[in-house]
């Protein structure tokens, strides 16, 4: 099945990683795909010690979009594609594409082969796709989206994000 984690709330992969670890403690094999996160953040320690769950992102933190320049977009891009490829073509029985409809909506992928990929996986294996607004085409192929919304958030009150909570 596609699911669909989407909203302008905090939560969307929070829940994304609830459902993988929910999925390796069924002994089943889940690839974690991060798009756009590239520096530390402190789900990575536990998730590296669960057997079943593969995390795959790019090497090197690039920053906000609205800073990439147009060789970084293109490198992000290529790393991208290929983490979409890693992940399709493993024996996993869930791929998790994290912060995907931002990718997917800025172009930092090929989104005719994400597109393909994703909807044929989705009669095999469970696809979770996360991030605001995700694209037409996937939203009417969900067989389940839940929407996170914000009613109020430390953000509003001038507060960073937080080790542990945030990141």
């Known amino acids: 099945m596609l699911q669909i984690y989407c909203g302008d709330g905090k939560g969307k992969t929070t829940a994304s990683l609830g459902l993988a670890v929910r999925m390796a403690g069924a ?8 798009f756009r ?3 530390e953040t402190a789900e990575l320690a536990t998730l590296k010690l669960i057997p079943g769950i593969e995390v795959m992102r790019c090497d090197r933190d690039y920053g906000w979009f609205s800073s990439l320049s147009d060789s ?3 490198e992000l891009t290529a790393c991208h594609n290929a983490l979409l490829e890693k992940a399709f073509s493993g024996d996993h029985d869930a791929v998790v594409l994290d912060e995907f409809n931002f990718a997917y909506k800025t172009a930092l992928m090929d989104r005719e082969k994400a597109e ?11 696809v979770i ?3 605001r607004d995700p694209d037409p085409r996937f939203a009417d192929a969900a067989d389940l ?3 996170i919304k914000c009613v109020r958030h430390p953000y509003q009150k001038g507060i960073q994000a937080r080790k542990g909570i945030e990141y």
Do not use: P, R, Y
Not at 27 to 34: D, N
Not at 116 to 126: R, T
């Open 129 to 131: 796709l996360t991030g």
């Open 27 to 34: 002994g089943m094999k889940v690839a974690f795909v991060q």
């Open 116 to 126: 393909a990929l994703i909807m044929k996986a989705k009669n095999g294996i469970e």
């Open 145 to 147: 989206i839940s929407e």
């Open 37 to 39: 996160v590239g520096g």
């Open 72 to 74: 970084d977009k293109a």
